[in-house]
């Protein structure tokens, strides 16, 4: 892991508990669909250290299954997996009503235009940028 990712990890892990909550008092649950390990396990430490559960996803299929028995109060996607595109599980999130967001280095031109007003957060980001997407579709939920 290269010293960024680390101080980021660092940084997550050492803040103040702010945690966020659902109306039933328990942390909101997030799907992250990241098929990089690395990247995905930086994403749930700094999740995990903002207050939420986080489930992850590294291929279609497992984000499918996920979807299919667990529930979820808002979800992070990667565009491009290994597998195949995410549109599958954006389509399945939409239908269900839970909030997303694209999280990814692919060009904003490949997203389909059933999803185009999607907010998409491009890859680098800011941390800030990070918790600010996630906190805003959690809220357009509500």
């Known amino acids: ?9 660092a940084d997550a892990m050492n803040r ?5 909550r659902t109306e039933n008092g328990a942390a909101p649950r997030i799907l992250v669909v990241e098929d990089e390990i690395e990247l995905s396990t930086l994403l749930q430490t700094i999740l995990v250290g903002e207050g939420y559960q986080v489930e992850q ?12 028995e667990e529930a979820f109060d ?15 599980v954006a389509d399945r999130l939409k239908a269900r009503g839970i909030p997303f967001f694209f999280l990814s280095a692919v ?3 490949v997203v389909p235009v059933a999803h185009r007003d999607v907010p998409f957060l491009g ?16 809220r357009s939920a509500s």
């Open 1 to 9: 892991m290269d010293t960024v990712r680390m101080r980021c990890v």
């Open 16 to 20: 103040p508990d702010t945690r966020t």
């Open 57 to 68: 996803a590294y291929s279609l299929s497992d984000a499918l299954h996920s979807l299919d």
């Open 74 to 88: 808002a979800a992070v996607l990667d565009v491009e997996l290994r597998d195949g595109l995410v549109f599958s």
């Open 107 to 109: 060009y904003r031109g």
């Open 123 to 138: 890859k680098p980001y800011e941390l800030d940028e990070l918790k600010g997407y996630l906190a805003e579709s959690l």
